[in-house]
């Protein structure tokens, strides 16, 4: 029971015995009359506005050194507050940073050796210029993506044939799957479109399947990874990215979606912020439906059109 709540009911009894006291004579008269009941109504009549003064002081009082209280906690709350504002700021920074590296480490490190193999061999340079670009490319599309992450949806943006875009990440994916003897399967009707930017789709549900391909590679040869999509209902559409891999640590799974934290010694612990943060930019959102040994969903939903 709080403070104030106990203050309360202590008025309210007091207040309900003065009452029964101040009617005293009006409840049993007969008894009144006699000389030890008149001695008491006499008391009561000389002690009740005293005490009653004092009660109301009291009340005053505690009511006083309650607001006092508030006011205290009222301040603390604030003095945390702008502290930890400061120190998400701080992180906010730090993930912004690793979010640019995470993702601009794939071309950045494909244009070192573009440049190393045509200083090793000229005669090819240029026939790897159209690689060169598409990796310069690739790194200026990185950087609008994260740009955009946390911006209001465009309502200029056109629609997405989403089974053509998961094709094209099947056909991606394939090579590095088949070196680990997975497979990739696309189950989404022909013509459900999205309304999302091409580019920050395309990186978001990327960086979920990459991680998924990882695990079932950490398992060994084998196992199939789904990207499956349907329409969830006329505003939105879910798109889900399933593997039959060994399931997600019961440490990492209520930190899925921290920065940094990663069940992989080389990972970085960002694509789940950054695939979750490209969804959110525009109007969706990213969310890990299940995991369990033999079964680990996340769940994309976009805006439909």
């Not at 990186?203 to 969830?232: I, K, M, Y």
């Not at 992989?264 to 969804?279: D, P, Y």
């Amino acid at each position: 029971m709080s403070p104030r709540l106990k203050g309360v009911i202590l008025i309210l009894l007091a207040f309900t015995a003065g009452l029964f006291l101040a009617g005293l004579q009006h409840l049993v008269p007969r008894w009144v009359a006699s000389p030890p009941g008149h001695l008491i109504t006499v008391a009561v009549d000389w002690l009740a506005p005293p005490l009653a003064g004092g009660l109301l002081a009291a009340a005053l009082l505690y009511g006083m050194r309650h607001k006092r209280l508030l006011d205290t906690e009222r301040a603390a709350s604030d003095v945390l507050a702008e502290r930890l504002a400061g120190t998400e700021r701080r992180q906010a920074l730090w993930v912004v940073a690793a979010a640019v590296a995470h993702d601009l480490k794939n071309p950045l490190h494909n244009l070192q050796l573009l440049v190393e193999e045509m200083e090793a061999d000229p005669p090819r340079a240029q026939a790897l210029l159209p690689r060169l670009r598409d990796n310069v490319q690739r790194a200026v599309d990185r950087l609008a993506e994260l740009a955009r992450a946390g911006q209001a949806p465009d309502d200029s943006v056109q629609p997405l044939d989403l089974s053509a875009v998961l094709d094209e990440m099947k056909a991606r994916f394939s090579p590095s799957a088949q070196a680990s003897g997975a497979s990739v399967v696309v189950d989404c009707p022909r013509g459900l479109s999205v309304r999302a930017d091409s580019m920050a789709l395309r990186s978001a549900v990327e960086n979920v399947a990459a991680n998924a391909l990882e695990a079932l590679g950490a398992r060994g040869r084998g196992g199939r990874l789904t990207l499956r999509a349907r329409a969830e209902s006329q505003k939105l559409v879910e798109l889900s990215v399933e593997d039959d891999g060994p399931g997600i640590p019961e440490p990492l799974r209520a930190r899925l979606f921290t920065p940094f934290v990663s069940g992989s010694a080389t990972g970085t612990g960002l694509g789940l912020v950054i695939a979750r943060a490209l969804a959110r930019a525009g109007g969706g959102d990213l969310i890990c439906a299940e995991t369990a040994p033999g079964r680990t969903r996340f769940r994309f939903t976009f805006l439909s059109l």
